[in-house]
C-alpha cells in the first residue's frame, strides 16, 4: 500500500500525439524504473491519457507491482491522483502544469519545447540533451537520435536522486 512506502513517484508516460518528441522512450523508463527501485524504497504510480494505454500496460508487464491510475480521468480525478505523489517525472505536458500548481516536486524532460519558458517555483528539475536543436518545436523530427533520445536514464535519474536526499 501507499502508506507504506518511504515515497511515491508518479511517471507521467507521454504527451499528445501532436508532440510525439515530447515523451521519452518506453525502455527509458523501463530502465529508471529498474534504477529507482535498486536504491530505494518507493511506489510508482503511472499517468497518462487515452494515448498511453499501451505503454502503461508495457509497463506493468515488467512491473506488476506499479499503481496505474488509469488513462482516462477527468481533470478533477488526474489532479487527485497527481496529488497522491512526491515526485512526479513527465515531459513538457499538463501534467507538468498541474504538479506546479499542486506544489509537487518535478522531473520535467524537455526536447523539442523551451525548457527557459517555464518557470520552476523551485520544485522543477530540467533535463535536457546538448543539442543545438533544441526548443524547434516541430512536430516531427529527422534527427536521429532526437533530443528526447539523448535523454539518459542517468541525467533523470540523477534529479530524482537529488530531490530524494533534500526530502
Known amino acids: 500500500s501507499l502508506s507504506n512506502s518511504d515515497l511515491i513517484i508518479g511517471l507521467n508516460t507521454g504527451a499528445s500525439s501532436r508532440w510525439q ?6 525502455e527509458g523508463y523501463i ?14 504510480l503511472l499517468f497518462g491519457g487515452p494515448e498511453e494505454v499501451e505503454r502503461n500496460e508495457i509497463l506493468l508487464q515488467h512491473f506488476p507491482d506499479l499503481i496505474n491510475t488509469g488513462t482516462n480521468n477527468s481533470l478533477r480525478e488526474f489532479f487527485a491522483k497527481l496529488d497522491l505523489v512526491d515526485i512526479i517525472v513527465t515531459g513538457d505536458t499538463m501534467a507538468l502544469h498541474a504538479a506546479a ?15 527557459t519558458e517555464i518557470y520552476d517555483y523551485g520544485r522543477i528539475a530540467k533535463v535536457y540533451p546538448d543539442m543545438e536543436c533544441l526548443t524547434c518545436y516541430k512536430p516531427e523530427c529527422d ?21 530524494i536526499k533534500r526530502k
Open 21 to 26: 518528441y515530447k515523451q521519452w522512450r518506453l
Open 31 to 44: 530502465d529508471l524504473v529498474r534504477e529507482i527501485r535498486k536504491n530505494f524504497k518507493v511506489e510508482i
Open 101 to 115: 500548481a499542486l506544489k509537487k516536486e518535478a522531473v520535467c524532460l524537455f526536447g523539442p519545447t523551451s525548457y
Open 143 to 163: 534527427f536521429n537520435p532526437t533530443c528526447m533520445d539523448n535523454i539518459t536514464v542517468d541525467m533523470v535519474y540523477s534529479e530524482i536522486e537529488k530531490i
